[in-house]
């Protein structure tokens, strides 16, 4: 693995677009991490950090960021934190799992000026990309997306079980007309020898391309979230009804809840477009029965609606 013990601190940062499936990589490279200190950095969009409490990892070293974007109102944010742990008792390597509304090339900025301080080393950066959704959005988002994923080392077309062999050639082929060196990997469940993530990609970084998400773009204009914590299950038949309502406007759900038919079962919840699941996440749920988020475009989430909506799983009505 390429992990170094002495020297800067290895970077690997992981990007992609709302429900692409950054946290299941993450997730896999601290499993396959063979006992080495590895710290992650979990940056949602939203007052409630969901992927924070998704990430297998100690909570010494699982460090949330939350309430903005790590790209641009969280930046300084991360550095300081960084630093600290440089000077303290250095990992062995960062992790960096950027929202889904970061743009990559922003957040390289920030890498950067750490690595010209000599605390740390741009390794390799990440990009996750859902390959079953990116048929489905406009052109504006594909452009976007195309190019987040040419700023970016090695992109993982995630999913790629739920397309057909066609798609995925047309999707590969209109990624590599637009980038250079990247590297891409058909994956599902972001299933990669963890040896290639880590990887050093290249030369050493010294400078990176600017872009739409250069530093002072605030993505609160574009994107919003809501989001809601309880200590009290919900009914599960009102939750369904819930998430018919939100199926239609919201890019991203997720989430920790428990129904009142089995309080004690607490279960994570995943909204991607039309795609819903509800899964075990086996290790009996923590901290408050229910946290829940939503994240849409600036003005299509409306938040009196959502409020209501929720309220009757509450109420079971």
Same mark, same amino acid.
């Given at each position: 693995m390429g992990i170094e013990r002495n020297g800067p601190v290895p970077v690997v940062t992981v990007g992609g677009f709302l429900g692409a499936g950054k946290t299941t990589l993450v997730n896999r490279m601290l499993a396959g991490a063979d006992g080495r200190r590895i710290v992650v950095f979990v940056n949602d969009f939203g007052a409630v950090n969901i992927d924070h409490d998704l990430i297998e990892a100690a909570d010494t070293d699982r460090i949330s960021l939350k309430n903005g974007c790590v790209c641009c109102t969280l930046s300084e944010d991360l550095v300081a934190a960084v630093v600290r742990f440089c000077r303290d008792v250095p990992p062995e390597a960062f992790v960096i799992e950027a929202s889904g509304v970061s743009d990559p090339r922003s957040l390289d900025q920030s890498i950067l000026a750490l690595q010209s301080a000599g605390h740390v080393r741009l390794d390799n950066r990440l990009y996750v990309l859902d390959a079953d959704r990116f048929g489905a959005l406009d052109y504006a988002d594909t452009e976007l997306l195309?190019?987040?994923?040419?700023?970016?080392?090695?992109?993982? +077309?995630?999913?790629s079980d739920l397309v057909d062999a066609g798609q995925l050639r047309r999707l590969e082929a209109e990624l590599e007309r637009s980038t250079g060196e990247t590297v891409f990997r058909r994956t599902v469940r972001c299933d990669l020898p963890v040896d290639?993530?880590?990887?050093?990609?290249?030369p050493p970084r010294t400078s990176v391309d600017g872009g739409a998400g250069a530093p002072g773009e605030n993505h609160g204009d574009t994107f919003q979230s809501w989001s809601k914590t309880v200590d009290r299950p919900v009914e599960r038949e009102a939750f369904e009804r819930f998430l018919a309502q939100i199926s239609g406007v919201a890019l991203r759900a997720k989430g920790r809840i428990a129904f009142a038919d089995a309080p004690q079962q607490v279960v994570s919840f995943h909204l991607v477009g039309p795609r819903i699941? +509800?899964?075990?996440?086996?290790?009996?749920?923590?901290?408050?029965?229910?946290?829940?988020?939503? +994240?849409?475009?600036?003005?299509?989430?409306?938040?009196?609606?959502?409020?209501?909506?929720?309220?009757?799983?509450?109420?079971?009505r």
């Amino acid at each position: 693995m390429g992990i170094e013990r002495n020297g800067p601190v290895p970077v690997v940062t992981v990007g992609g677009f709302l429900g692409a499936g950054k946290t299941t990589l993450v997730n896999r490279m601290l499993a396959g991490a063979d006992g080495r200190r590895i710290v992650v950095f979990v940056n949602d969009f939203g007052a409630v950090n969901i992927d924070h409490d998704l990430i297998e990892a100690a909570d010494t070293d699982r460090i949330s960021l939350k309430n903005g974007c790590v790209c641009c109102t969280l930046s300084e944010d991360l550095v300081a934190a960084v630093v600290r742990f440089c000077r303290d008792v250095p990992p062995e390597a960062f992790v960096i799992e950027a929202s889904g509304v970061s743009d990559p090339r922003s957040l390289d900025q920030s890498i950067l000026a750490l690595q010209s301080a000599g605390h740390v080393r741009l390794d390799n950066r990440l990009y996750v990309l859902d390959a079953d959704r990116f048929g489905a959005l406009d052109y504006a988002d594909t452009e976007l997306l195309i190019d987040h994923a040419a700023a970016c080392d090695m992109v993982l +077309i995630n999913k790629s079980d739920l397309v057909d062999a066609g798609q995925l050639r047309r999707l590969e082929a209109e990624l590599e007309r637009s980038t250079g060196e990247t590297v891409f990997r058909r994956t599902v469940r972001c299933d990669l020898p963890v040896d290639l993530l880590f990887e050093p990609s290249g030369p050493p970084r010294t400078s990176v391309d600017g872009g739409a998400g250069a530093p002072g773009e605030n993505h609160g204009d574009t994107f919003q979230s809501w989001s809601k914590t309880v200590d009290r299950p919900v009914e599960r038949e009102a939750f369904e009804r819930f998430l018919a309502q939100i199926s239609g406007v919201a890019l991203r759900a997720k989430g920790r809840i428990a129904f009142a038919d089995a309080p004690q079962q607490v279960v994570s919840f995943h909204l991607v477009g039309p795609r819903i699941s +509800i899964d075990d996440p086996g290790d009996g749920g923590s901290g408050d029965i229910c946290r829940f988020a939503v +994240i849409g475009r600036k003005n299509e989430l409306d938040v009196p609606a959502l409020e209501a909506g929720f309220a009757h799983c509450l109420r079971g009505r």
